[in-house]
């Protein structure tokens, strides 16, 4: 599976951005997908994760009410909605498909990964 990021730029705080993720490969609207960022100088943190229908989601608590992740599985292409960015939310995002399993939250779990794309939040 391969993995393709698009969306990111620069938004002034209380903007909206909206992260594509497109996969190919002949199996790859049958995996769970996540979202990650990770920002200068610190690790890589969970973001959002969706299950391989789009039937279960899952947000990290900084995220919660604000990002919301979807799938379009005709397209292959995995999405995130940003919407009140906040300057803290300015970091590196990448999507990653997971064929290994739970835990779902730790990068580990997860075996494809695509490039990031660069969101930055200006206050």
């Known amino acids: 599976v391969q993995l393709q990021a698009s969306g990111g730029g620069l938004v002034q705080a209380g903007g909206s951005l909206r992260l594509s993720c497109a996969a190919s490969g002949r199996t790859a609207s049958g995996y769970p997908m996540g979202w990650f960022r990770q920002a200068p100088g610190k690790e890589r943190e969970f973001v959002a994760y969706?299950?391989?229908?789009?039937?279960?989601?899952e947000y990290a608590d900084s995220v919660k009410g604000r990002f919301t992740i979807s799938r379009d599985n005709a397209k292959n292409t995995v999405y995130l909605q940003m919407n009140n960015l906040k300057p803290e939310d300015t970091a590196a995002y990448y999507c990653?498909?997971?064929?290994?399993?739970?835990?779902?939250?730790?990068?580990?779990?997860?075996?494809?990964w695509g490039q990031g794309t660069l969101v930055t939040v200006s206050s």
């Open positions: 990653a498909a997971t064929g290994l399993g739970l835990p779902i939250r730790v990068v580990t779990s997860y075996n494809y």
């Open positions: 969706i299950t391989w229908n789009g039937g279960s989601t």
